[in-house]
């Protein structure tokens, strides 16, 4: 991975964090659709630079159940490459690895479902009057 490659990525977000706080004009808000595409593509590249093809399709899969998750975990390879951890090309195996090491770190949110009885038991008894 290029120093240019990296260079690039930060003047991105810096333009792009300069323009957000700069105003909300139209031609603005193309400019900075502009620089989200390209910085989009410039992580793209990237990621593709850093993960083998099954690494990045479990990345994809993870995008559509968990999008911040997925951003996330892009972001973390990308700052790994940065200082020097990732000493070539991630494959699949060693992607799980890293996503097991998150999840342990993370807290694991309980959901929980309400299911209100009395509406049910209101609503079946309707049903159940045949007018006798």
């Known amino acids: 991975m290029g120093d240019s490659d ?4 930060r003047a991105q977000r810096m333009a792009q964090l300069q323009s957000q706080y ?11 659709q502009e620089q989200m595409r390209q910085q989009e593509e410039t992580k793209n590249s990237i990621l593709a630079q ?16 968990k999008p911040e998750k997925a951003e996330m975990v892009e972001g973390m390879i990308i700052r790994m490459a940065q200082m020097g951890q990732i000493p070539g090309k ?13 999840n342990s770190q993370m807290p694991q949110q309980k959901s929980t479902v309400k299911y209100d009885r009395r509406r049910a038991a209101i609503d079946s008894d309707e049903d159940e009057d045949y007018g006798c």
């Not at 700069?22 to 900075?32: F, H, S, V």
């Open 6 to 9: 990296l260079e690039a990525v």
């Open 22 to 32: 700069g105003g909300g004009d139209g031609e603005k808000q193309k400019a900075q």
């Open 50 to 65: 850093l993960l083998d093809q099954q690494a990045r399709a479990r990345i994809n899969t993870l995008k559509l159940s």
């Open 90 to 102: 991630l494959d699949d195996a060693q992607l799980v690895t890293l996503l097991e090491r998150l």
